[in-house]
């Protein structure tokens, strides 16, 4: 039913994104641009290559079914980043929700 939550896979995964085929959703923000590459694959032979990077808070986005994260629950999230290109930076993954927005 569409008002249930949604519920994880057997490897307990919401979302498993490999770049296999395609970028999963994930998409540029800022001014960022996102491609498939096999510049340096966690696994298999693509990767998610985010460039063009006007500034540090620019990088990739995705956004994230509201049904498989409840307010008030725990869950874990993972990614394997590699920064490869220019001065390095410290790296910083967000989490933003809508639901915590004032309404209008």
């Known amino acids: 039913m569409e008002d249930q939550p ?9 979302f498993h994104d490999t770049f296999e085929e395609d970028n999963c959703d ?3 923000h800022g001014s960022a641009d996102v491609a498939l590459s096999g510049r340096m694959p966690y696994l298999g032979t693509n990767a998610l290559l985010v460039q063009n990077r006007a500034s540090a808070w620019n990088g ?3 956004t994230l079914p509201t049904k498989a994260f409840l307010a ?9 980043l590699n920064y490869m290109d220019g001065e390095s930076s410290k790296m910083r993954y ?3 929700s809508t ?3 004032p309404e209008k």
């Open 6 to 14: 949604t519920e994880p896979d057997e490897n307990g995964y919401y």
């Open 26 to 28: 994930w998409q540029g």
């Open 60 to 62: 990739a986005e995705k």
């Open 72 to 80: 008030g629950k725990e869950y874990s999230f993972s990614v394997c």
């Open 94 to 96: 967000f989490l933003y």
């Open 99 to 101: 639901q915590m927005l």
